[in-house]
């Protein structure tokens, strides 16, 4: 499929990634909503009411009973929210009983996510989409949706999937940002552990030796873009396409790249 593979891969990170390496520049401005608050240290959690893939509805409420709530925003379709649910879900699991409930939401309107958005996952971003998305990943944890008035997002000032919140036991905030500085699976790839250091510190009764830092990954993908989301993915779904059949052999072949050109292979996942 003849797509103009760099051009596809450069409208994804233009449209859809905040800010790169989560330490260098400053970050991406992304459009926000009316009514968007971004939360600050010792701010007050918001309360919501939430649907949760299991069928029940979620608000603060149901986790009073735990000294540490971690809020994160989480999303299918996002490559760098998937890195970093490889590394929260093993947190989940060894901080159980410990004092730490965990809550995840899904802040994106499907009809904000742009078709060349989805190559990194089979799922979209609606609420049927996280029901199989969470089962496949091995989700220990409640996954809400948010996507259909966005409410909550607005109110903690989710900028991007992942976004993390961690709440102390007035359910004030102690610590926001990025869940770690790495986009990648590989645990090996990390070199800044924030939210887990923010867990163990409150876990261990000190304080978070990192408060804050700047979130990255995929932004939010508000209703109000919808507009400019379906005008961009009707000419997109206009664009020439040839399909050629190709055999081991030739995949070989484009491997070696017999040119003196760079050679650009976009494999799309789904």
């Known amino acids: 499929m003849k797509i103009s593979p760099i051009c596809r891969f450069a409208a994804v990170l233009l449209a859809g990634r905040l800010s790169g390496a989560p330490d260098s520049g400053a970050p991406v401005e992304a459009p926000t909503p009316a009514g968007f608050h971004a939360l600050a240290i010792g701010d007050a959690a918001p309360d919501f009411s939430l649907p949760g893939i299991d069928g029940k509805t979620y608000s603060l409420a149901d986790f009073k009973d735990a000294p540490y709530l971690m809020v994160i925003f989480l ?110 699976p590989d645990s090996a790839s990390v070199h800044s552990s924030d939210t887990a250091n923010a867990v163990d510190a409150l876990l261990a009764g000190n304080p978070v030796p990192v408060a804050s830092t700047r979130p990255w990954g995929c932004a939010t993908k508000w209703l109000m873009l919808r507009k400019v989301v379906a005008d961009f993915n009707e000419t997109w779904s206009k664009l020439p396409v040839s399909v050629e059949p190709i055999d081991a052999a030739g995949v070989s072949a484009l491997a070696r790249n017999s040119t003196n050109k760079l050679r650009v292979i976009n494999v799309w996942a789904t």
């Open 75 to 184: 999303s299918n379709h996002c490559p760098v929210s998937h890195a970093a649910q490889t590394r929260l879900i093993p947190l989940v699991a060894r901080t159980k009983g410990k004092g730490l409930a965990v809550v995840a939401i899904n802040p994106n309107n499907p009809a904000g996510l742009q078709i060349d958005e989805l190559g990194y996952t089979k799922y979209d971003d609606t609420f049927d989409g996280m029901k199989g998305y969470a089962k496949e990943s091995g989700f220990n944890f409640p996954y809400l949706y948010d996507g259909d008035t966005q409410v909550t997002a607005k109110a903690y000032g989710c900028l991007c999937t992942p976004h993390v919140f961690i709440f102390d036991a007035a359910r004030h905030l102690c610590y926001v940002g990025r869940y770690d500085d790495s986009d990648q």
